[in-house]
């Protein structure tokens, strides 16, 4: 293992400014087979992919503000792989134009003791969902067919209740900032998937009841 | 989602300590490296390029009254695609190099403590399988000390090789050799748990504000 | 260029040794076809069979020269298949495209490797013979004679008893864990995780390990495509002195006709390395030398000595 020459390495590493652009939608169960099929035919070639993950929301609160949001993601069904923790910026406003929903992504990867982790710094678990589902890919897009569950007994991710009889159909793009192409290219997709599923640009700030 | 391919060093590391060499008397930190250097090459070390490790403090903002605890973001040039964010004696994690870049976003709730970034370079040296890494110590642009940190390559339990490096660094360090680091000591599982890329983090921690705390020598910076 | 050449010259003889044999065959069956009209009318018995003779000397006589002028004409032809050594693949030579497709000097390679390989192959062969045969005597002494009917039996255990004696000996030693595998047919490659310090590989051919490799216990023992990497040697120097001195005890511990009792054997000795980086060498008392620790274990007290230690 022969270090690279400490001149060249940055301090801090990582990607700066990434952004996530995204579309959403549901589908009802009962449309949830054509919906996969259509998917298996339009995404890239590969070895269907399926998982189970639990995820954890933390809050941080500061003295004035809203919130600061953390989410915590681990694989159910690869009990071994690293936890998944994922900031998520405001959505951007602006052009009106532009198809699909942009905010600003932090994605790290982090070892087991997360959770004890981000206690310690302050953050406080807000709730919890099991959600699982089906992967497809096309070029650098991610097209994410899940179900959610709630968790019944805090913790235990056996016991579970659905929370609808649909399912989330999430499309999304990883780009560094101002790449708006990537958006054309989602809303063409998104078109082909029609009449099955309607992705739209939803933003989850004006969700809050 | 489900998706992450990473390259975390979770485990798999094997021993290593981290020591404090003593700068000799009326000698600069330089003079006393390169001592460490010859050394090292009479006893037919090959010089092996060069490693970092640093560390940055940060204490949160948001916590009023009580002074909070701090917390350390460290790299490791061994792992240049990880980071080690730890509390002292309390929880850590092993996180890809994105954890900065969300220590930035954190910035209103964690604030970084420009004065005391800390540096630690020098250059690997490698004797049959044992890596040796010798060490200057800086914080704000002066020498503060030496380190030096000896990893036996094929052993992952700390227990099983501690003679054997004791012996080994009794052989370029003199008979003032270390006790075991305590980080290993004090770990539930014992002398026989698995050694991590933490442990020697923690060791580094260690060094780091034992250095800190001490008056800076004035005759021995470089 | 100068085979092409002679073909071309030959091309001539060829028609002309053609046009031979259809004389040839044209004169003999005349021959016949004049037998089978027999003899012809004539006023005496006698003109009717000297006439015959006549003519059927005659016919014959044809005969004779036509054969004559072709053997001649082969003489000419020659015999290109016959004057290769390869017979003929020596044809092959003749292709005139021989930049392109070096076929012929590659087959000439191929039969010159193969002819060394068997001549190799025979000697060593004989001088394994001779060397198990001086093994035998040392650990079984009359009952050497016996040997060559037990060997081919031992070599075709069923898998199902290989697998029940490697998970006995498993239950002897509980700081080692054995995984077996058989990535090839029904030979086994075991996998051998000695307590914290090593993974050891022993690969088997039914209950006789046939090689084996010692690698850290951090270091991977799979390829990237996810199957058993019974090849590539540990980076570590101390995993790869552990590796020549396991080949040398494969070779100590023999018992053909026992081989359970030699996988239990050297399991035992494996064993002893439990603590590879505890013991100080019995002969110098030092952990290390030359930045190693001792990595000989004594074949019979299981002692750790160094390699330059050890008596």
Redesign the interface.
Known sequence: ??????AV?P??????NMMEYLLQGSVLDQALESLLHRLRGLCDNMEP?T?T?HELVYL????Q?NP?ILRA?R?L??PT??W??R?L?QPEVGDKSRHALVR?C?????????P??L????FRMDHEFVANGH?FRKGAM?V?VSKLSRILVPGNTENTERLSLSCLVELSLLAPAGQDTASEEMRSFAEQLKPLVHLEKIDPSKQRH | MSLMRSELHFSNVSFCSVCQVPVAEGKSVQHTVDVLHKKLEQMGSVKQGSFCVDCETYHATNVSGQPSKLLYVMHNSETPRSCMALYEGGPCIVADANFDVLMVKLKSHFQNAKGHKVECRGSRYRYCDFLIKVGTVTMSSSARGISVEVEYCPCVVPGDCWNLMKEFMQSFLGPSVPELPSVFATKPEGLFAQAEIVDTMTQYLELFNKLRKSQIPGSNVR | MADVVNVGVNLEAFSHAISGIQALRSSVSRVFEFLKDGMKNRETLEGREKQFIAEFQDNLQAVNRDLNELERLSGLVGRPSESHPLHNSGLLSLDPVQDKTPLYSQLLQAYKWSNKLQYHAGLASSLLNQQSLKRSANQMGASAKRRPKVQPSTLVLPPQYVDDVISRIGRMFPDMTIELFRPNGTSAVLLVTLGKVFKALLVMRSLFIDRTLVRGYNENNYNEDGKLDIWTKSKYQVFQKVTDHASTALLHYQLPQMPDVVVRSFMTWLRSYIKLFQSPCQRCGRFLQDGLPPTWRDFRTLEAFHDTCRM
Do not use: C, W
């Open positions: 293992m022969e270090a690279p020459p400490v390495m301090v801090t590493g990582g990607t700066i992919e998982f993950d941080l609160k500061g003295q503000g600061f993601r694989s069904s690869h792989s690293p998944h923790l900031y910026g600003n932090v994605d790290v990867a982090a070892s087991h003791s997360l004890e982790f206690n310690e710094m302050g992967i991610k994410v």
